[in-house]
């Protein structure tokens, strides 16, 4: 029998040890000054915070001084999940579509946006054009893709609990469409830097990593692990622009590859989005061309086409009836030994061997396949992402630019930003005449970052 007297009373002296132990942990992982008196600057004696891309002899320089790394209040108390709080700073006009309504943002894209055409024009790729941090929000691409995946929880754990290949296909489809809108933002995300990457989870434990693989051309690699390892989806993306007069068309080319636990699996990839009205009319943002979903082990395909309606040609008149946010689309059995297509309309097709459903709905709306509706952005909230509190060092929250542009410091932002880049383009050089690898093996290479990191 223990003695009720004789309880272990806390030690003062060791409460003491264990404060001045983690506040100097804070210090020496970037969290907490490391000396002056301003939370938000890491030192003014050091050039760069513990886990910065540049290289750790940098001097001091005052006029873009080293931030401490975000709280995990402000790391994490950021995310959207009311329709009206995703689509905040858009309108929908009646055609259809997001227009940008957000004068303020507007107001700072006037003049970069012309700017972006020359150098386009002039032959840069994405990866190359320079622009100022005012069109940037604060987030990288490596970020800003995991918007498309919020619905993983909910339909993928659905779609792994089906035993009908046909179901579980519909599913998948009701994943993709449903996170389209949850990715359309009126600012620009930081392009991802070579080796960044990220970790994190949703609120089921369903996990999520990336890693930015190439710089030319800009490519990340992907795996998510669903909640009790149900299912898995990786593949990459490989980012692009295509201009034209009046508009760009942003693409996200690659593989989704989704495999579940019992062996079934499902690919599919995205369409493009287009912004119209870059130097007239009004600013549009919506998904734009084919869109297209697999099982090959059961010979089953799926095409949706966006903004189907529209006219043919510059002069083309828009289908009655029809707003640009819609899509039209089925569900079929292909012909043996067939080809995959690639067409802009479903009349174009020629693999069907049998239709399965027809496919309607708009991706601010929702999916509808044969009678049953899906998805309805009304009815569905998307889940939010928790980043990982001890990631790798290359994980994109370290990013100094993206740190202080969330702290509304715009000019310091553009001063690391432009170190960044410089680093980036010294990096370059030293791998000059070595053969970057295929996305292939850089796919691979995650794979087992991935593995380690499990």
Not at 118 to 144: A, C, T, Y
Not at 249 to 266: H, S
């Amino acid at each position: 029998m223990i003695d009720e007297f004789d309880q272990s009373v806390p030690d003062p002296m060791n409460s003491e040890i264990r404060r001045l132990e983690d506040d100097q942990r804070l210090i020496s992982e970037g969290y907490n000054p490391k000396d002056g008196n301003d939370p938000c600057i890491y030192s003014t004696v050091v050039g760069v915070p513990p886990k910065s891309f540049i290289t750790t002899n940098t001097s001091y320089d005052p006029r873009c001084p080293p931030p401490t790394y975000f709280t995990e209040l402000e790391l994490n108390g950021c995310h959207k999940t009311l329709k009206s709080e995703v689509l905040e700073g858009f309108s929908i006009p009646p055609e259809g579509g997001l227009a940008c309504s957000d004068k303020e943002v507007l107001k700072r894209q006037s003049g970069v946006i012309s700017s972006l055409v020359k150098q386009m024009i002039k032959n840069f790729s994405i990866e190359k054009m320079s622009l100022p941090v005012r069109i940037f929000e604060p987030r990288s691409m490596s970020d800003r893709v995991v918007d498309l995946w919020r619905f993983a929880p909910r339909y993928l754990s659905e779609a792994s609990m089906k035993q009908d290949p046909v179901e579980r296909l519909k599913l998948v489809m009701a994943f993709a469409i449903s996170g389209l809108y949850c990715e359309m933002q009126q600012l620009k995300p930081f392009n991802p830097l070579l080796g960044e990457t990220l970790e994190g989870k949703f609120s089921d434990g369903t996990r999520v990593y990336l890693e930015h693989t190439s710089h030319h051309p800009p490519t990340s690699v992907f795996y998510i692990v669903g909640a009790g390892n149900a299912y898995t989806m990786h593949g990459h993306y490989v980012y692009g622009v295509e201009m034209s007069t009046n508009s760009m068309k942003i693409l996200q080319n690659g593989p989704n590859n989704v495999e579940f636990a019992d062996g079934g699996k499902a690919t599919f990839r995205y369409s493009g989005v287009k912004v119209h009205g870059l130097m007239v009319g009004k600013r549009m943002v919506y998904p734009s061309g084919p869109m297209t979903f697999e099982d090959p082990a059961n010979g089953i395909r799926a095409l949706l086409i966006f903004n189907y309606g529209k006219g043919r040609g510059l002069f083309g008149f828009r289908k009655k009836g029809t707003k640009i946010d819609d899509f039209d689309g089925i569900i079929y059995y292909r012909k043996q030994g067939a080809a995959a297509e690639n067409v802009d309309e479903l009349k174009d097709l020629k693999d069907v061997s049998k239709v399965i459903a027809k496919v309607s709905g708009s991706w601010l709306k929702c999916l509808k396949i044969g009678d049953d509706v899906l998805w309805d952005i009304d009815q569905v909230q998307p889940d939010v992402v928790e980043y990982t509190r001890n990631p790798l060092p290359s994980d994109w929250r370290f990013r100094e630019d993206l740190i202080w542009l969330r702290r509304n410091s715009m000019v310091i932002s553009q001063e690391w930003k432009n170190r960044l880049e410089a680093e980036q383009r010294r990096d370059e050089k030293l791998r000059k005449g070595k053969v970057l690898p295929h996305c292939d093996r850089e796919y691979e290479h995650a794979l087992s970052y991935i593995d380690v990191k499990l």
